[in-house]
């Protein structure tokens, strides 16, 4: 999550985040994954993860691969 913070600062217009929620208690997870979600508002996220669960949270397109 720390690494999340950088391009959320300095208000990127892309955010690439991978595994951002990888090693999270459930509690953080989901604060984290609404913090995220907010951040992206306005901004293209990419954000790989092996959870569904955390995609169907965040929402928006969903590409499988």
Same mark, same amino acid.
């Given at each position: 999550v720390q690494t999340c913070a950088l391009p959320i600062l300095f208000d990127a217009p892309l955010l690439i985040l991978d595994e951002p929620f990888q090693g999270l208690d459930d509690e953080t997870r989901l604060l984290a994954i609404v913090a995220v979600k907010g951040a992206a !508002?306005?901004? /293209? =996220?990419?954000?790989? /993860?092996? #959870? =569904? !669960? #955390?995609c169907a949270l965040l929402g928006g397109r969903i590409v499988h691969l």
């Amino acid at each position: 999550v720390q690494t999340c913070a950088l391009p959320i600062l300095f208000d990127a217009p892309l955010l690439i985040l991978d595994e951002p929620f990888q090693g999270l208690d459930d509690e953080t997870r989901l604060l984290a994954i609404v913090a995220v979600k907010g951040a992206a !508002q306005g901004r /293209t =996220a990419l954000v790989v /993860t092996h #959870d =569904a !669960q #955390d995609c169907a949270l965040l929402g928006g397109r969903i590409v499988h691969l």
